[in-house]
């Protein structure tokens, strides 16, 4: 009889409805103690230490008073340790609440508040940022002194088995203004989320080498940390994105597996140095949380190896969109179809269905919903639709249109909407007129008040050059829509606002579009 190899016996552990991620660890740690787990700019952490690490910061954190279902704070620049501690805080029974670093002091002290943490974890430059006060009354431990916090080599934390329901992690909300929501996941959601595609790179014998450039306060990066780690992989954590470093860590480390947001690839396909670099071992690059354009697509498959999935979803869950860009040439308009164990409706403003092919707003139910937002049960509620079963739905906050062959296109967010003169006008039709000008790099249209229409539509470009008039981009672009699209405004920009993972800002833009138009 044949023994089973480390492989068919994790993939059978994964392959369960349910299971600990921390025992999951373990089991890797004993299979291969000396295979390298985590590395950063600073070095590596073979499987053997980050186990004997993570317990001992997990049983300090219980001695200093962390209870089952706590969140354990983390500010700071993504580093072995700040993965370190969110390993150790779900470890120990906690929940780990990674707080967003380009928050402002007052968003950061609610954000703790809501979460109820006891403990914070934070690097020096935010340290000297903030000052000695920030957050005093809780456990401030600076996150390069983590080894001399935790208890004593050897120390193992207390038993911990989570329930299905008990939280996992907290995700505060980005681009907002006030204190951000927290989105609660529990660890049956990671647990399907992400066993099911460590199942899948074990299935494909894929040998698991991550680079992870976006933060780890992000949920966009828990597909580049979370997934690779229950696979038994070995993730490399940047401080910071840069192109250079990107391409060497990718080269040096022969990276396979990735996760990047639309602007990095562009940068990536912008900079001078990226032929010269061999990429031969990328297996699978992921996208997600911003519009990722058919053309970047395009140049992104002809340029960089391996298979390309851009992945349409939220934090909060909902329907999980999946478009293998390298299997759907044909199909890059779109962001793929609806997921296994994925539902999808498409409703008018009454939330009745709409037919086939008509824009509508987007809702959607899968396996890996959020618990809730904490604290917020009115906002949990707002941001659901309930079926006439009773069914909880996620308002996805787009509209799109579905096709006849089931792939979603997304025509914009509903909240970017505009309405001139009753009727409606959809940004990315716009946008995408603005971006067929050879001069243009970027392209955003915002809507802002009209005494005449209600709303008027306004646009932003970033040109390529300082040859391009922006006033002959807005007539060539009027002429080609229709009268009840044109453009008001069109403004030349040095760059688009975006958030910490790329997201465009138009909050900000049309902050400016309306100061713009007063004078």
């Known amino acids: 009889m044949t023994t089973p190899s480390i492989s068919e016996i994790m993939r059978a552990k994964l392959a369960e409805p349910f299971g600990s991620y921390s ?97 914070l974890f934070i690097d020096a430059g935010k340290s000297a940022e903030l000052g000695p006060d920030f957050m005093s009354d809780l456990i401030r431990v600076p996150l390069e002194e983590i080894e001399q916090w935790m208890a004593p080599p050897g120390s193992l934390a207390p038993d ?16 907002t203004t006030g204190i951000p929501k927290g989105i609660v996941h529990s660890h049956q959601m990671r647990w399907r989320q992400f066993g099911a595609t460590a199942v899948s790179y074990l299935e494909a014998g894929l040998e698991i080498r991550s680079l992870a450039s976006t933060p780890l306060y992000s949920n966009t990066t828990m597909v580049a940390f979370l997934a690779p780690l229950l696979a038994g992989g070995t993730v490399r954590i940047m401080g910071k994105f840069d192109c250079g470093r990107w391409l060497s860590h990718a080269e040096a480390d022969r990276t396979t597996v990735t996760m990047l ?76 179809r609806p997921a296994p164990g994925s539902e999808m409706r498409v409703l ?15 809702i959607g139910r899968s396996q890996t919903m959020m618990s809730g937002y904490k604290n917020r049960p009115d906002k949990t509620q707002e941001a659901q639709w309930i079926d006439p079963d009773g069914g909880a739905w996620m308002r996805m906050g787009d ?45 955003a249209v915002v809507g802002i008040a009209s005494r005449q229409w209600g709303e008027t539509p306004v646009g932003f470009v970033v040109l390529k050059d300082a040859s391009t008039n922006s006033e002959a981009v807005l007539a060539a672009v009027n002429s080609r829509l229709g009268k009840t699209q044109r453009l008001s405004a069109l403004y030349a920009i040095d760059e688009m606002p975006r958030s910490h993972i790329g997201k465009l800002l138009k909050t900000e833009l049309r902050d400016q579009a309306e100061k713009l138009a007063q004078g």
């Open 261 to 336: 947001v639309p602007v990095q690839y562009q940068r990536l396909m912008d900079y001078p140095g990226f032929d010269d670099h061999d990429l031969r071992s990328l297996a699978m690059k992921y996208c997600t949380s911003a519009p990722f354009s058919a053309e970047l697509k395009r140049e992104v498959l002809a340029r960089m190896p391996g298979g390309l999935v851009e992945i349409y979803s939220m934090t909060e869950g909902g329907v999980v969109c999946l478009l293998a860009a390298h299997e759907f040439p044909d199909k890059l308009h779109t962001v793929g």
């Open 23 to 119: 025992q999951i660890l373990r089991d890797w740690a004993q299979a291969q103690p000396d295979a390298i787990a985590l590395a950063d700019e600073t070095g590596d952490c073979a499987w053997a230490e980050l186990i004997g690490l993570v317990e001992r910061l997990a049983a300090r954190m219980v001695e200093t008073g962390l209870e089952r279902g706590q969140s354990v704070a983390i500010l700071g620049t993504s580093s072995i340790n700040y993965a370190l501690v969110f390993l150790a805080a779900m470890r120990a029974g906690g929940v780990a609440a990674p707080l967003t670093t380009s928050a402002s002091a007052e968003q950061l002290t609610g954000m703790a508040q809501d979460s109820g943490a006891r403990h």
């Open 160 to 175: 911990f088995n989570p329930e299905p329901s008990d939280p996992f992690n907290i995700i505060y909300s980005s681009g």
């Open 348 to 362: 008018d403003d009454d939330d009745n269905e709409v037919a086939p092919g008509t824009p509508g707003n987007l």
């Open 399 to 443: 509209i799109g249109r579905v096709d006849e062959e089931g792939f979603v296109e997304l025509v914009g967010r509903a909240k970017d909407m505009i309405i001139s003169g009753g009727f409606n006008i959809y940004p990315s039709d716009l946008e995408a007129e603005l971006s067929a000008e050879d001069g243009v790099a970027e392209a």
